[in-house]
Every structure is written in structure tokens, then in C-alpha cells.
T-cell receptor
Framework: GENVEQHPSTLSVQEGDSAVIKCTYS??????FPWYKQELGKRPQLIID?????GEKKDQRIAVTLNKTAKHFSLHITETQPEDSAVYFC???????????????FGKGTKLSVIP | NAGVTQTPKFQVLKTGQSMTLQCAQD?????MSWYRQDPGMGLRLIHY???????DQGEVPNGYNVSRSTTEDFPLRLLSAAPSQTSVYFC????????????FGQGTRLTVV
């Protein structure tokens, strides 16, 4: 099955600085890579995703890059704000046409702290 | 529009007791999953279903059973609770036709003593 490694496990940045979280995956068949944000005591929520036919995707202050050859993808947050403080999870899922399988595999998470 | 609803939010069990965690979604999603979240371990898949009557095991299925008799409901049963099952449990659902956002329930914090 898929194995997703995520680094770092904790990250502290000053407000206004950038934050980068990196993930690697093992299954070359994976081609959908979402990122989830989980605030303390809340449920995970999707913040951005990328599919394998795209190398980069941006949404305001967040961006995700994908390198399929190297099997890694990264989350970039620019101009960080205190409300960005949360745990971030990367994930990967292989998509097989017509298959009855759905195994979204998560990384272990990165706790981001933005210091005012 | 309720999305994914889990009950209960909190539960304390004694070792050996059984219970069912409820999960319901109103988005007509085919795919539903159960995850457990432990500190430093991320979200680990317990069981999932790709439609009514179809279930399969995930990464950590031992000690749990599931069934999917309707599209809306996907209950998780703990057969004989153990302290190792102390965790936060999340149910999630997704649209089957396109791989897209997984919508999570609010979670159930379970403590087994």
C-alpha cells in the first residue's frame, strides 16, 4: 500500500514569514494529493489539492508543488498569520479507473505555530 | 445541510465493553471511511466502503467491524474495547465519481479504561 512521509513534525515561524511542509509518497500510481488543516479540537478540512497532471497550484497565500519523478510534494504558506497555526496533513491516493478502492493515506502531520 | 454527522462526541468505556460509533452523511456520497487519530500518528484508516453493501479493511482494522446497509450510514462497532483503542475517531465521506474532497465528521473522543 501507499506510504506517506511528512516533514517536519513541528514548525515555528514568525508572523509574516513563509512556511514549507514536505511530503514524499511511495506508490507511483498515486495521482491525487490533498492537504488538510486541522485546528485544535476541530475536524480536518481540505485547504488545497493537486492532481498529477499539474506541477503547481496556488490559492492566495497557499501553494502546492508536485514532483512526480521524485515522488514528493510540498505545501507553501506565504505571509503567515497567527490563524495559520494548526496541524497540517498531506495525503495521497492512487486512482484506478473503475476500481472499487479508496484508500486515502495521510502523513503524520506537521504542527505549525505562527509566532506574532 | 448537515454534511457528516458523528455521534457521540465523547464516550468512556470499560475494557471489554462493546459500542457502536454512528456516522451519517446527507450528501449522497458513495465513499465513506473511518479513521483513528492518535498523537504523532496522523490519521490511520480503519475501514472504508465504496457503496452500500461493500466494505473493506484499511490499515488498522483489528478490533473493529463495519457495515453499510444504506448510502447514508456507516457505523463502526468496537467488539470488545481495549485501552489501545483510546483515540479520536473520524468518519469521512467523498464523492465516488471524482477523487475530491473528503468531508469529515466532528470526531468522537473515545477513552477506554
Amino acid at each position: 500500500g501507499e506510504n506517506v512521509e511528512q516533514h517536519p513534525s513541528t514548525l515555528s515561524v514568525q508572523e509574516g514569514d513563509s512556511a514549507v511542509i514536505k511530503c514524499t509518497y511511495s506508490d507511483s500510481a498515486s495521482n491525487y494529493f490533498p492537504w488538510y488543516k486541522q485546528e485544535l479540537g476541530k475536524r480536518p478540512q481540505l485547504i488545497i489539492d493537486i492532481r498529477s497532471n499539474v506541477g503547481e497550484k496556488k490559492d492566495q497565500r497557499i501553494a502546492v508543488t508536485l514532483n512526480k519523478t521524485a515522488k514528493h510534494f510540498s505545501l507553501h504558506i506565504t505571509e503567515t498569520q497567527p490563524e495559520d497555526s494548526a496541524v497540517y496533513f498531506c495525503a495521497a491516493i492512487p486512482t484506478y479507473s473503475g476500481a472499487g478502492s479508496y484508500q486515502l493515506t495521510f502523513g503524520k502531520g506537521t504542527k505549525l505555530s505562527v509566532i506574532p | 445541510n448537515a454534511g457528516v454527522t458523528q455521534t457521540p462526541k465523547f464516550q468512556v468505556l470499560k475494557t471489554g465493553q462493546s459500542m457502536t460509533l454512528q456516522c451519517a452523511q446527507d450528501m449522497n456520497h458513495e465513499y465513506m471511511s473511518w479513521y483513528r487519530q492518535d498523537p504523532g500518528m496522523g490519521l490511520r484508516l480503519i475501514h472504508y466502503s465504496v457503496g452500500a453493501g461493500i466494505t473493506d479493511q484499511g490499515e488498522v482494522p483489528n478490533g473493529y467491524n463495519v457495515s453499510r446497509s444504506t448510502t447514508e450510514d456507516f457505523p463502526l462497532r468496537l467488539l470488545s474495547a481495549a485501552p489501545s483503542q483510546t483515540s479520536v475517531y473520524f468518519c469521512a465521506s467523498s464523492d465516488s465519481q471524482w477523487v475530491t474532497e473528503a468531508f469529515f465528521g466532528q470526531g468522537t473522543r473515545l477513552t477506554v479504561v
